[in-house]
């Protein structure tokens, strides 16, 4: 019974303190005796104890400020890079330098381990290669590309088996993840990495398009 009598008691306090938030204003020393239970099991005074909480929530505020300045860094890098690749594709004189170019910057500048693109029709000026196809839109062998072709809309993680078969060839097997550009009535940009993580679901695909629309712009100056 006194056990309980105690237990209802703290239970009062608790609720009266709740509703004079101030009260320890009052009686200073006392919010210095008070003991405060600690997660590693010590314990601290009240003072000390929300003095810590306020540098824990300070480091993780700091710690989410230099994310977002990473993040921010990364950012401007890539829209350089960007802008850049617009200016290197503008600067060709037909579709085959075109391609070429957009090809040479993703591997170099956007450390691509593997660049592959697959065009609906053919380019003149473009022999064999290893990193282009040219495939039929009509043609069964990109029936698993149709919905993608149909909305334009990128693909960041691990691609299916079939599809990267289609875009790596013999080299699949060093794929671990691919960022998939579809280019409506145009064709498609594949960039591979041997890294699992470099291209995720969910990831940022701003950069992708405007990489996909600066291609198609440039190209449509050689359309007859």
């Given at each position: 019974m006194n056990d309980l009598q105690e237990k209802l008691g703290a239970h009062e306090v608790a609720a009266w303190?709740?509703?004079h938030p101030r009260f320890l204003q009052q009686f200073p020393d006392?919010?210095?005796?008070l003991v405060v239970p600690r997660d590693e099991g010590s314990a601290a005074s009240l003072a000390s104890y929300q003095l810590e909480v306020l540098r824990d929530k300070n480091r993780e505020l700091s710690r989410r400020?230099?994310?977002l300045f990473a993040n921010a860094q990364e950012n401007e890098r890539l829209a350089v890079r960007t802008h850049q690749l617009a200016l290197a594709l503008m600067r060709q004189d037909n579709a085959a330098g075109t391609?070429?170019?957009?090809t040479a910057t993703l591997a170099e500048e956007f450390n691509?381990?593997?660049?592959?693109l697959v065009m609906l029709e053919p380019v003149a000026g473009l022999d064999a290669a290893d990193w282009l196809q040219v495939i039929a839109a009509d043609d069964e062998a990109l029936a698993p590309f149709r919905d993608c072709l149909a909305d334009?809309?990128?693909i960041c993680g691990r691609l299916q088996p079939e599809k990267s078969a289609l875009l790596y060839g013999a080299r699949v097997d060093e794929v671990q993840s691919s960022a998939l550009l579809p280019l409506p009535g145009v064709g498609l940009v594949a960039v591979g990495s041997r890294d699992p993580n470099?291209?995720?679901p969910g990831m940022g695909t701003l950069f992708l398009r405007m990489m996909g629309e600066a291609l198609t712009t440039a190209l449509?100056?050689?359309d007859r």
């Amino acid at each position: 019974m006194n056990d309980l009598q105690e237990k209802l008691g703290a239970h009062e306090v608790a609720a009266w303190l709740r509703r004079h938030p101030r009260f320890l204003q009052q009686f200073p020393d006392l919010a210095l005796s008070l003991v405060v239970p600690r997660d590693e099991g010590s314990a601290a005074s009240l003072a000390s104890y929300q003095l810590e909480v306020l540098r824990d929530k300070n480091r993780e505020l700091s710690r989410r400020l230099q994310d977002l300045f990473a993040n921010a860094q990364e950012n401007e890098r890539l829209a350089v890079r960007t802008h850049q690749l617009a200016l290197a594709l503008m600067r060709q004189d037909n579709a085959a330098g075109t391609l070429q170019a957009m090809t040479a910057t993703l591997a170099e500048e956007f450390n691509g381990d593997i660049v592959r693109l697959v065009m609906l029709e053919p380019v003149a000026g473009l022999d064999a290669a290893d990193w282009l196809q040219v495939i039929a839109a009509d043609d069964e062998a990109l029936a698993p590309f149709r919905d993608c072709l149909a909305d334009g809309e990128p693909i960041c993680g691990r691609l299916q088996p079939e599809k990267s078969a289609l875009l790596y060839g013999a080299r699949v097997d060093e794929v671990q993840s691919s960022a998939l550009l579809p280019l409506p009535g145009v064709g498609l940009v594949a960039v591979g990495s041997r890294d699992p993580n470099r291209f995720y679901p969910g990831m940022g695909t701003l950069f992708l398009r405007m990489m996909g629309e600066a291609l198609t712009t440039a190209l449509q100056r050689f359309d007859r």
